[in-house]
C-alpha cells in the first residue's frame, strides 16, 4: 500500500541482511540480547551493540531506543520491546501497537526513509500472527497518514511464508 511518499509492504527474508536506513529490533526489557530476532541482530552487528546498550538503561514494553548499526547494513537499530501475550485482555494490543507507533517516532527523530520492521512478539513472546498483522498495519498507517511525507518505504520483515501471508493479508482487508 503506498500512503503520500511512503510504500509499506509485506516482504520474506532475513533483516539483518537487508538495506534500511533503520531496522527495528523485538528485543527484551533489558536490551542486552536474547534469542530469535534480537540475537541474529546482535549477532550481526557485533559486540560494540551491547556496549552502547548497556547505556541506554533498559526499555520499557511499548517503548523505543535507538543504537547505531555496527556491522550491519543498517545505519541504526530501533530497538523495541513487545508484548509478552498473555491471552488478549491484558492490554496487548495496544502494547503492540505503541511498539509500531514508537519506533515510528524514533524514525523520524533519526531521519531514517527507509525501515525494516520484523513481526514483534510474534515469536518468543507468542502473540497470535494474525492478530499482531492486524494491529502492525493498522498503527503504520494510521502513523503514516500522519506523516505523509517522513518516509519512502516501510517493510514489514517477515521470517517465513506463514508470517508473509498473515501481514499480505492483513494488508489486503486494510
Ligand atoms: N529476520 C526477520 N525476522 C526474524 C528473524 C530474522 N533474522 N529471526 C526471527 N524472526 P522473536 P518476540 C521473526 O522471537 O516474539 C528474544 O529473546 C520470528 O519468526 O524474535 O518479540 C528477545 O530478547 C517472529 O516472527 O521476538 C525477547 O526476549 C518475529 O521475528 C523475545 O525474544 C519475532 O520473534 C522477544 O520475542
Known amino acids: 500500500m503506498i500512503i ?30 536474547g534469542g530469535g530476532v534480537d540475537g541474529a541482530i546482535h549477532r550481526a552487528a557485533g559486540k560494540e551493540l551491547v556496549h552502547e546498550c548497556r547505556l541506554l538503561g533498559g526499555c520499557k514494553t511499548g517503548q523505543a531506543k535507538v543504537t547505531k548499526g555496527y556491522d550491519l547494513p543498517a545505519n541504526w ?52 500472527l494474525e492478530s499482531a498483522a492486524q494491529t502492525a498495519v493498522a498503527t503504520l498507517s494510521a502513523f503514516v ?15 517465513d511464508e506463514q508470517a508473509t501471508e498473515a501481514f499480505t493479508k492483513a494488508m489486503k482487508a486494510f
Open 4 to 33: 503520500g511518499s511512503t510504500a509499506i509492504e509485506a516482504v520474506e527474508g532475513n533483516i539483518v541482511k537487508m538495506e534500511f536506513d533503520a531496522i527495528v529490533n523485538a528485543a527484551n526489557s533489558s536490551l542486552l540480547g
Open 77 to 128: 537499530i530501533i530497538h523495541t520491546v513487545g508484548p509478552v501475550w498473555r491471552g488478549g485482555e491484558n492490554g496487548e494490543a495496544g502494547q503492540l501497537a505503541s511498539c509500531y507507533s514508537e519506533s515510528l517516532s524514533r524514525a523520524v527523530e533519526i531521519g531514517a526513509r527507509t525501515i525494516g520492521i520484523p513481526a514483534i512478539s510474534t515469536g518468543i513472546f507468542n502473540y497470535p
Open 145 to 159: 497518514e500522519q506523516h505523509p511525507e517522513a518516509f519512502d518505504r516501510i517493510a514489514l520483515v517477515c521470517f
